[in-house]
């Protein structure tokens, strides 16, 4: 005997199988004469003990299919439907701050985003395998010569040290190339009020890892934290760029902060802005030669 959608709700996202069917609301919205990649429900966001046997318990139902993604949003007590072939998919990134999780997908007419309970990231993560797996294919551009990390500086921060590890499991193609500790920043000009602000609540620079494998530009950041708490050591962010949608990469002088550069990589349709320090001499190379591949 299976529990019912009400004893079975969490937190905790579910595939779709006998023990845990499709919420009746989403059920009219999936063809059963089409076998599913990858389908799942991602419930509300609400705590357990205010949802209700008669409430429709789940925000999403997600699927995955041979040539296209298949979104089903909850709107009220009616369904959204949103397909996405994977050719739309520009890039995605996938963040994680505790038990927050979102994955927004870049497509050319937008964004879609989708959150989750970060107790179910390993569901996402495959979800987000099979997509990488499917998006952008082609004939990548011929790469200059780039070298790679042969082994971690011993002062690499201690979550990137054991992110590249659980990477290495998934993923050993995957290189580092380059990378930028958390830094201070300092703006340029600006009223006497905005730099004294400025002082009291110093702005940093993220901390960022730069991969590739030979399908992808990967960018692990790890997100500032707003205050000191031990939810901040979970706070990052992998963003996954497939190069073959890559248009250009630009490297400019901040207008905004001192010796900083912004390094902007140009997608069909959206643009995505990397910072680092200008004496960083490993991420300034890593990215002016890359840069030559999409002249």
């Known amino acids: 005997m299976y529990p019912s959608e009400y004893d079975a709700f969490g937190p905790w996202i579910y595939e779709i199988t006998e023990a845990h069917p499709l919420p009746a609301l989403f059920a009219p919205y999936v063809r059963s004469e089409e076998t599913p990649l990858m389908l799942f429900k991602i419930p509300r966001d609400i705590e357990r003990r205010r949802a209700t046997p008669d409430m429709d318990l789940y925000d999403y139902v997600v699927g995955a299919y041979e040539e296209r993604l298949l979104i089903l949003k909850r709107v009220e007590h009616t369904v959204e439907t949103i397909t996405v072939s994977y050719a739309e998919i520009e890039g995605l990134r996938l963040f994680r701050h505790f038990l927050r999780g979102d994955l927004t997908l870049y497509l050319r007419s937008g964004e879609i985003r989708l959150p989750f309970n970060a107790v179910s990231m390993d569901i996402v993560t495959r979800f987000t ?14 790469l200059p010569e780039l070298r790679p990390w042969e082994k971690a500086p011993a002062d690499l921060d201690v979550l990137f040290v054991n992110l590249l590890r659980e990477l290495k499991q998934t993923e050993p193609e995957a290189r580092v190339y380059a990378c930028q500790s958390m830094a201070p920043l300092e703006t340029r000009g600006g009223s006497f009020f905005k730099n004294l602000a400025s002082r009291a609540r110093p702005q940093r620079l993220p901390a960022t890892l730069h991969l590739l494998n030979s399908q992808e530009l990967i960018v692990i950041q790890r997100e500032v934290p707003e205050k000191k708490a031990q939810e901040n050591e979970y706070s990052y962010h992998f963003t996954y760029l497939p190069l073959i949608g890559i248009h250009q990469i630009r490297l400019e002088e901040s207008q905004q902060e001192r010796d900083i550069l912004d390094c902007t990589i140009e997608l069909p349709h959206h643009a995505v802005i990397l910072r680092f320090q200008r004496e960083n001499r490993e991420a300034t190379a890593f990215y002016r030669k890359l840069s030559d591949a999409f002249l």
């Open 129 to 142: 395998s099979l997509i990488r797996g499917r998006y952008q294919t082609g004939t990548v551009p011929a």
